[in-house]
């Protein structure tokens, strides 16, 4: 039996793995997302995370292309709708591609806008953790928080959550709430895995547990580098996302595939489910987002929802994926 955790002070309990929504109808397509998705519900896993700009960088998209899958997989089977708890984002569809990354926009009217709009193509009645998906710096936290609130009122979502906030932002989100009097987020969407540690345990981790956050890290694999199929520099070929995980080849990135590939033995375990199983065993952690393009992928990842990693493994990963490795006199 999967357990199941709670984000925050909500009334939601998950399992302690999310899906990730990027992939869908992009990189797979309708068929295989189905399948994917079946999967994940199959072997007792209960969240999706998408947002709307999924994939909007896509030649021939426009965003929504995800949320509407997913919408279309629930039609198929409205059942599903009572097993699975959907997480989406706002703020970045529409925005302007600056240096890679889109421009955030949090004004209310866009809000509003967006909600609706993917509360249609999800086909669902209200949205279950609703993200803002980048701090926009432009728009006053009271004015996206007071929008999100809102919201609420009108039963489209029931949480909230911040995606890719830093630390001084999420207090200030705190006060903001604590002083307008309406509900402050629940959830935490942040970048974490076991070759990319220090930024959130240095700052967000902290703010996490001041407010009582749960947290659900995003890139668990680290572009798929934490699954072992990048090992040299022949293979970055491998991939379009091989470049992305070049600097992971020296220093402590293959002290952490040492150390995987030795777990993997001891448990039968693939890396990639024992990556995830140690996020899952980290303060604040509700739940770390995955995505499969394949039911033979995914087929690596839900086991981490019951791979329960000795303190000696967890205390060897801890040692390997640290900045400067432990040393004994």
């Not at 955790?5 to 302690?16: C, K």
């Not at 529409?94 to 421009?103: F, I, P, Q």
């Not at 809000?111 to 249609?120: P, V, Y």
């Amino acid at each position: 039996m999967v357990e199941k955790r709670r984000i925050g002070d909500s009334t939601i309990e998950v399992a302690p793995l999310a899906l990730g929504g990027n992939v869908f109808d992009w990189t797979a397509d309708e068929k295989t997302s189905f399948a994917v998705l079946d999967a994940f519900v199959d072997a007792g896993g209960t969240m999706i995370d998408t947002a709307d700009v999924y994939s909007a960088w896509a030649p021939g998209h426009k965003g929504g292309e995800s949320e509407a899958l997913i919408g279309r997989w629930l039609k198929r089977d409205p059942k599903k709708r009572d097993k699975v708890i959907i997480a989406t984002k706002v703020g970045m569809l529409g925005g302007k591609l600056v240096d890679g990354e889109y421009e955030t926009t949090l004004h209310p009217d866009v809000i509003a806008r967006a909600c609706d709009d993917s509360l249609r193509r999800l086909g669902v009645e209200r949205i279950d953790l609703y993200y803002q998906h980048r701090d926009d710096r432009n728009t006053p936290l009271e004015r996206s928080l007071e929008a999100f609130q809102r919201l609420r009122e009108e039963a489209k979502i029931r949480a909230i959550g911040l995606s890719n906030f830093d630390a001084p932002r999420i207090d200030e989100a705190f006060a903001t709430a604590d002083r307008l009097g309406i509900t402050a987020p629940v959830a935490l969407q942040p970048k974490y895995n076991l070759v990319e540690r220090d930024a959130f345990e240095t700052e967000l981790r902290p703010a996490a547990q001041r407010h009582g956050l749960g947290v659900f890290p995003y890139f668990g694999l680290a572009n798929g580098f934490l699954t072992g199929k990048y090992r040299s520099e022949a293979d970055l070929a491998k991939s379009t996302r091989g470049q992305r995980v070049a600097g992971f080849l020296e220093g402590k990135g293959m002290r952490v595939l040492k150390v995987l590939d030795e777990i993997s033995a001891e448990t039968g375990a693939a890396l990639a489910t024992i990556s995830l199983a140690w996020l899952m065993a980290q303060p604040t952690i509700v739940a770390p987002i995955a995505s499969a393009t394949s039911v033979d992928q995914l087929n690596e990842l839900t086991p981490a929802m019951e791979l329960n990693l000795s303190s000696d493994q967890l205390a060897r990963l801890d040692q390997a994926s640290a900045e400067t490795p432990a040393t004994v006199d």
